[in-house]
């Protein structure tokens, strides 16, 4: 069964960074189009961007500028890397496949407070 593992978020000041990595098992990775997704508290989980297989990337507005998403093929992970973070950036951070998602998992918590 395929699974795909959030990590490395955590706690930083407005205007810092963080790269969150997606770890994805199985063999589905190099042909599907992978997406960061977000859900802040009391709000629905929106896309934030996503990758397709050849490379192709694209961001939420919101975002722009800011966040860079790549893929690295040979350790079936996704990265999004986030500057220039804003207390609104604050959410849980989940990655899964666009635009068909898959179940779930536990996500990362990124929290942008001074």
């Known amino acids: 069964q395929v699974q795909l593992v959030e990590s490395g978020g955590g706690l930083v000041q407005p205007g810092g960074s963080l790269r969150l990595s997606c770890a994805v098992s199985g063999s589905m990775f190099s042909i599907n189009t992978v997406g960061w997704y977000r859900q802040a508290p009391g709000k629905e989980r929106e896309l934030v961007a996503f990758?397709?297989?050849?490379?192709?990337?694209n961001y939420a507005d919101s975002v722009k500028g800011r966040f860079t998403i790549s893929r690295d093929y040979y350790k079936l992970t996704v990265y999004l890397q986030m500057n220039s973070l804003k207390p609104e950036d604050t959410a849980v951070y989940y990655c899964n496949w666009y635009p068909t998602t898959t179940g779930w998992g536990q996500g990362t918590q990124v929290t942008v407070s001074p």
């Open positions: 990758i397709t297989r050849n490379g192709n990337r």
